[in-house]
Each structure stands twice: as C-alpha cells, then as structure tokens.
C-alpha cells in the first residue's frame, strides 16, 4: 500500500476536525498550506462560474495555474470536482 493511500485511510476514518487540522499543519510547510488553500480557493471560484481573467486578478495567481485546476475540473472522473460538490452539498458557497 503507497503511503498516500494509508494517509487516505486514516483521515477518511477520522471524525475530528480538528485532529485532522493539527495534522495537516504538522506534516506540511506553511508554504505547502498556502499553496493547498490557494488551489482549493481557485478551484471554488472556478466551480462558481467566475473567469480565469478574474480569478487571476482576485487571487495574484497566473493563468497557467487556474487553467490547471481547471482542467482538473473537467476530467472525468475529477477528484476536485467530487470534493468541490461534496463541499457544496455540505451547504458551502464556491464562490467568494
């Protein structure tokens, strides 16, 4: 089993919130955080319906980086796609 996939493992079987936040701070960078929040900001925004242009002004990121994630939106089966409408039906807003 990859390690990834144990990773995977446990925190789907977590219940904590905020267990699973104190890992993700642990185990990564605060520039890896960033990097990670930034991504799933785009990806929100995206999924909402605003532009790249505008994504890219709102955020200070290239486009080149938006039309990855948006790419990634719109593979089939799409990881962030899935997340982004589990998060949506969690009663969350995709766009800022």
């Known amino acids: 089993m990859s390690q990834l ?18 890992f ?4 990564l960078t605060r520039n890896e955080i960033r ?11 995206l999924h909402g319906g605003m532009s790249q242009r505008k994504i890219s ?6 486009l080149c980086k938006i039309t990855r994630g948006s790419r ?7 990881a962030f796609r899935d997340m982004i409408e589990k998060h949506v039906a969690m009663g969350k807003k995709t766009t800022a």
């Open 57 to 62: 002004e709102k955020l200070g990121v290239s």
């Open 5 to 22: 996939k144990e990773i995977a493992g446990v925190l789907a079987e977590i219940d904590d919130r905020a267990l699973i936040e104190r």
């Open 35 to 45: 990097e990670i929040e930034l991504r799933w900001e785009l990806v929100k925004l």
């Open 72 to 78: 990634e939106l719109k593979k089939n089966p799409s």
């Open 24 to 27: 993700l701070k642990s185990i």
